[in-house]
């Protein structure tokens, strides 16, 4: 499940509740410190219907400095327990950018590659003995050979992607077993299909800004 994905479950009601609850959080943060420009985040400021003047008076350094002192003296009435640090800035978290799983590819890899080829659009990456890589925009695939049909039968996957109902018709036309599509109970339209090596693929729509 995506970070926000339990916001297709909300009803209409229960969206508005959370709108309100945001922006009084976001009118606390804005409204909580006379150093203006310490919590100047225009982005945020301006999901608001109550549109401030963009520019904020800026404060003389010595009451700007006194201001931040301030602030780091009430952090530490208020998380004396968490962990300090004397680097500068705060680094970055390791970003997660790619996936690549390992799919079996049935006993025989040249099929494989062809059926991920010609029928999916797939592109081949790279070939070894028994292994292959294959690609289709974000989405990587690395194949090997097996004869072990319940790995396959269990092996599953869900694959955003962009135009949903036109990839829908691109692979009704494949030798694949293609599920209908649909509105799932958890508000997400999409669809799935069973490969002729077993493992079974969903597919489901996602906004472009969200790649």
Known sequence: ??????????????????VRKLRQGIRLHRDSTGQELCWHHPALWGLLPDKQDPMPTVPEWPQFLRGCVRYRESLDRQLPNAPRTAQEGIPPRPALLSLTPLFPAGPDLADALRFYRDEL???????????AGVRRGHV????????????????????????????YTEYKRTTARVGPLEMKSWGRREFHMILPSGVCLQFYEIDVGEI
């Open 1 to 18: 499940m995506t970070q926000d994905e339990d916001v297709n479950a909300l009803s209409a009601d229960q969206l508005r509740d959370e």
């Open 121 to 131: 659009g797939f592109t081949v990456e790279w070939e070894a003995t028994g292994m």
């Open 140 to 167: 990587e695939l690395n194949l090997v050979v097996n004869t072990n049909r319940d790995w396959a039968d269990n092996t599953s996957a869900s694959i955003g992607v962009r135009d949903l109902d036109a990839l």
